[in-house]
């Protein structure tokens, strides 16, 4: 790996701890104002705990102060919104834009088992082959239709085929043996939360995909949507970096609903 791509990832993982916790606040590319997300000044205070902001270009361009020394990595697909064949993504973000919003990675969508497989995975290696020329690293996510199980098998398939592309990381979700799923995909596997659980499951669940072997989250909706997002992302980051359990950073967020607002809105933590 040369010497641009692992640079840039060093501001995506910590180099003390190599995991990261990312922060995903690019629904609205295709779902629109999203809660929790349509005022994006809900968010701005969540910014200095997280290592990444995975994040489109127009919200980094009207809501993201550019001195913020939070990376980030851009989503650079989409195409369909909610409402339509969400396979039938392409990339929409050039490299040349990627460069110039100083990107730390671009992130892109694979849909495997839909209707656009093909197209989403040959897409994937096509921004592959130019993210190389410039030392930029690839997200691959693979996004799972309404229709395929989350499984294992289907879930390991995919994460697969996105590193033998040559995606230099990749997320998914967690399931019941992600072990497997780890085990099989030779690069660094970020899960997303999903839809908002109870609080204490996803932090379990966070526990869970680090203990089987997942490098990190990046993680929305149980973050931006719970009632304490600050406390949330406290609590996520201390399972990650700490290896905190998810029964003790349940009550770091706990505690973080009982604190002040204006306590919790300035409170900024080292990055591990
Ligand atoms: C959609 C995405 C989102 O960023 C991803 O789903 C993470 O967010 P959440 O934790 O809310 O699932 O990539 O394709």
């Known amino acids: 790996m040369d010497f641009g791509i ?12 190599g995991r990261t916790v990312m922060l995903a606040v690019d629904h609205g590319y295709f779902q629109g104002p999203t809660t929790g997300l349509r005022d994006m000044e809900n968010i701005i205070p969540l910014i200095p705990h997280a290592d990444c902001l995975f994040v489109t270009r127009g919200t980094l ?32 973000t050039s490299m040349e834009e990627a460069l110039r919003l100083n990107a730390s990675g671009v992130g892109m969508s694979i849909f495997v088992g839909a209707k656009n497989e093909d197209r989403t995975i040959s897409n994937l290696g096509r921004l592959i082959n130019e993210a190389q020329r410039y030392g930029m690293p690839v997200l691959a996510i693979t996004a799972v239709g309404k229709e395929m199980g989350r499984d294992a098998r289907y879930i390991g398939l995919a994460c697969r085929i996105a590193a033998e592309m040559g995606a230099q990381f990749v997320k998914t979700y ?43 989250v990046d993680m929305g909706r149980n973050i931006f949507q719970s009632d304490s997002p600050a406390g949330m992302i406290k609590a996520v980051r201390a399972i990650v970096h700490r290896g905190t359990s998810a029964a003790e950073a349940f009550d770091m967020y706990q505690k973080s609903r009982k604190a002040p607002v204006a306590e919790v809105a300035d409170a900024r933590m080292e990055k591990v």
């Open 174 to 216: 967690y399931c019941d043996d992600f072990h497997k799923v780890a085990e099989g995909c030779p690069v660094p596997i970020v899960i997303a939360g999903g839809k908002k659980l109870p609080e204490m499951e996803a932090l379990q669940m966070t526990e869970n995909a680090i203990k089987a072997g997942a490098s990190g």
């Open 6 to 17: 692992k640079n840039r990832l060093s501001r995506i993982f910590s180099p003390k701890t």
């Open 61 to 92: 361009r009207n809501s993201i102060d550019p001195r913020t020394d939070t990376a980030f990595c851009l989503r650079v697909s989409g195409g369909p919104s909610i409402l339509g064949e969400l396979s039938n993504e392409d990339i929409t």
